[in-house]
């Protein structure tokens, strides 16, 4: 895979999921109005409680296709057939689960009811994971960004139909649950047509032997998604679903760079896979470049947090989320650790060394559950904001933990220098910020800071030669320009930075 290809791909699947995150963005501020705090909050809490419940029943199949499409495409669709089928045979396993203990939850009726609804999206949502690993993996990834943008204009102009006409949350539920099923089935019809011809096959032995080739992934996998929405899950049990609300509101801003992030490491994956394979200073240097970019990267989003926060929340929400402002300036500064939670747990993948993202992520699971719980109640009507501190702090642990184990199992990079010359680079804008906070229009002060610290990623030389010749290839990429790649392919191989 050349970097152009590779930057497309990253491209479709970065447009499908920020896309879709931004439009969601748009009308989850009219739901979060009309709902209030409470009913909000019970809204973000069951998406929170379906994701993870779907994304612990894929077993970890979903990167395990993908990896093995990627090395061997041999018998490819009978392997797509028994993994398929053994992912619904797990979707369905689960969503009986949920759906026989949701009655005993301790939530009111429409709660109640709601959770039952939103139950039965656990096998479609299952579907999509699935057939958006296969899309990946033959790099045919425009359907799935085609119907992963579709769908929330649809569901938001229903939705706000819906909640305009007098309907509340199991209404909004019964709507998540129709779209999804459409997507599924629309996505497998497309898939089966334009990339691969596959079915259902129900072959036990089979199945046997993928649980053991991925249980790795799988424990990892859960793990991950525990890590990103079981905090949501303390708070609600906790304090409420009010105070649920008041996080998901910030969360919501949030989320756009988490699929960011989601976004860009799948789509990078099957590269990162080769790349290795071929030899492992090429995965090495694709590390330290990610390392750069997305710490300039996580810079100017947190000063533009910290400006703008305040009035973009009372435009979007009104007066009645006030409370989410703090919580939204502290999770502005969540580009970074947001970006390597992806990154790094792909790159021991990538290298096959399963193992350490189930090791990285289980210290970090318990570092942010016991934190997530102390802050929470240190907090107390602040709730919100010691959460918000929770993830911020043990994201940056994670960043540390999993830097530890790379070093120490697969290979030895230079994080080091690449967030020295970011940290030199944002002092100015930072001391800026510090003394023209309340002095100066909150806008052009954000552009003083901004123009600052691009000036200091050109003069502590933030980025290399090569990144930026990259960088330019990608963008030469979509507009169907050609590059040179012989001259790029050479740089990527004897570049010694």
Request: proline letters at 3%; a positive charge; glycine letters at 6%.
């Amino acid at each position: 895979m050349t970097v152009e290809r590779a930057a497309k791909n990253i491209g479709w699947v970065f447009g499908a999921y920020v896309v879709r995150r931004l439009v969601r963005l748009g009308y989850m501020a009219t739901f979060a109005q009309v709902l209030k705090p409470y009913g909000f909050g019970s809204y973000i809490f069951l998406l929170s409680l379906v994701e993870t419940v779907a994304s612990t029943c894929a077993l970890g199949l979903n990167l395990f296709l993908m990896r093995r499409l990627n090395r061997d495409r041999a018998d490819a669709a009978s392997f797509v057939s028994r993994v398929f089928s053994l992912n619904l045979a797990s979707a369905a396993l689960f969503t009986v689960g949920l759906l026989v203990l949701a009655p005993f939850t301790r939530y009111g009726g429409d709660v109640k009811t709601a959770m039952l609804v939103m139950g039965l999206t656990i096998v479609p949502v299952a579907i999509v994971a699935i057939l958006h690993s296969t899309s990946a993996a033959y790099e045919r990834l425009w359907i799935f960004a085609v119907l992963e943008n579709t769908t929330p204009l649809v569901e938001a102009a229903v939705g706000l139909v819906l909640l305009r006409t007098g309907f509340g949350l199991v209404s909004l539920c019964t709507l998540h649950l129709v779209l999804w099923w459409l997507y599924a089935l629309l996505f497998f019809v497309l898939v089966r047509r334009r990339i691969l011809r596959f079915g259902v096959v129900f072959d036990w032995r089979a199945w046997m032997t993928y649980l053991r080739q991925s249980w790795q992934i799988w424990a990892f996998t859960a793990q991950a998604i525990l890590y990103v929405n079981f905090g949501v899950i303390i708070l609600s049990v906790l304090t409420g679903n009010d105070n649920v609300g008041y996080f998901g509101v910030a969360a919501i801003f949030v989320e756009v760079v988490r699929y960011a992030a989601m976004s860009f490491s799948w789509a990078a994956f099957p590269y990162m896979v080769r790349a290795w394979h071929r030899e492992a200073e090429e995965l090495r240097r694709f590390h330290e470049s990610c390392v750069r970019l997305v710490a300039a990267a996580a810079v100017p989003v947190g000063i533009l947090g910290l400006l703008l926060t305040a009035p973009m929340l009372r435009l979007l929400f009104g007066v009645q989320y006030l409370a989410s402002i703090r919580v939204l300036q502290v999770l502005s500064w969540m580009v970074f650790p947001l970006m390597f939670d992806q990154i790094l747990p792909q790159v021991c993948f990538a290298a096959g060394h399963s193992l350490l993202p189930v090791l990285g992520h289980g210290i970090m699971n318990t570092l942010r559950i016991v934190l997530s719980v102390v802050l929470v109640i240190w907090f107390g009507e602040r709730a919100p904001e010691g959460l918000a501190w929770a993830q911020l702090l043990t994201g940056l642990a994670c960043f540390v933990v999993y830097t530890t184990l790379i070093r120490r199992y697969i290979y030895r990079f230079r994080a080091a220098e690449a967030l020295a010359r970011v940290a030199l680079a944002a002092g100015v804008p930072v001391l800026l910020l510090l003394v023209l906070r309340d002095r100066m229009n909150v806008l052009l002060l954000a552009a003083l800071t901004l123009a600052a610290f691009a000036a200091g990623v050109y003069l502590f030389r933030v980025f290399t030669a090569r990144e930026v010749e990259i960088i330019r290839r990608a963008i030469l990429s979509f507009r169907r320009r050609t590059p040179d790649v012989v001259q790029a392919e050479v740089e990527d191989r004897y570049d010694p930075e």
